[in-house]
């Protein structure tokens, strides 16, 4: 059974790091593209960023360029996702999710349970 | 970037009607559109994909059509847990995958 289980919710000060984790069973991490989306309070879905662990192929939403960074572990089938600073406006549900074997293949299938991200100002 | 607009936002309906819920993309996307169902507190469940293939153990009642930039998922028959926010999403083209809006189907 394909399980992905986020890391537990986040309580954080504006400009403090963050790194919040995804880790996956139950497929071959390494063949699987994984993405991660934001949703803001009582908002819709956005793409963050996506990241191909075979090779770290990172690619990332025009909108979170230089905002974040994602990244993986293979070894422990864990992908991440960080921030350096953090800002109020990063308050949200992150949610990592398992898409195709190749990059317009499939949409996110497999989704975590998601991981509530809290910056006070 | 494709730009996804949902219609309507808020769809009124009563338990066992059939609702029809809209996507549209800004450019042609082919057949890469999903369809998503989010309960409150929950995250995305993907219905359809392909714009319209059904997901491992989706109902029957969910269907979905449409290619090019115009597409519809049909629910033929509302049941109360049907009674959620959907979401439709472009895999066609990155950057980035785009999601529409969201249409809201409630208790008429």
């Known amino acids: 059974e394909v399980q992905l289980v986020q890391s537990g919710a986040e309580v954080k000060e504006s400009g403090e790091s963050l790194k919040i984790s995804c880790k996956t069973s139950?497929?071959?991490?390494?063949?699987?593209?994984i993405g991660w989306v934001r949703q803001m309070p009582g908002k819709g879905l956005e793409c963050v960023g996506i990241i191909y662990p075979g090779d770290s192929d990172t690619r990332y939403s025009p909108s979170f360029q230089g905002q974040v960074t994602i990244s993986v572990d293979k070894s422990i089938s864990t992908a991440y996702l960080q921030w350096s600073s953090l800002k109020a406006s990063d308050t949200a549900m992150y949610y990592c999710?398992?898409?195709?074997?190749?990059?317009?293949?499939?949409?996110?299938?497999?989704w975590g349970q998601g991981t509530l991200v809290t910056v006070s100002s | 970037e494709i730009v996804m607009t949902q219609s309507p936002a808020t769809l009124s309906v009563s338990p066992g009607e059939r609702a029809t819920l809209s996507c549209r993309a800004s450019?042609?996307?082919?057949?890469?559109l999903a369809w998503y169902q989010q309960k409150v507190g929950q995250a995305p469940r993907l219905l359809i994909y392909?714009?319209?293939t059904r997901a491992t153990d989706i109902p029957a009642r969910f269907s979905g059509s449409g290619s090019g930039t115009e597409f519809t998922l049909t629910i033929s028959s509302l049941q109360s847990e049907d009674f959620v926010v959907y979401y439709c999403q472009q895999y066609k083209i990155w950057p980035p995958f785009t999601f529409g809006p969201g249409t809201k189907v409630d208790f008429k």
């Open positions: 999710a398992r898409l195709g074997r190749t990059l317009y293949q499939l949409p996110p299938g497999n």
């Open positions: 392909g714009a319209s």
């Open positions: 139950g497929y071959s991490f390494t063949t699987y593209w």
């Open positions: 450019q042609s996307i082919g057949s890469n």
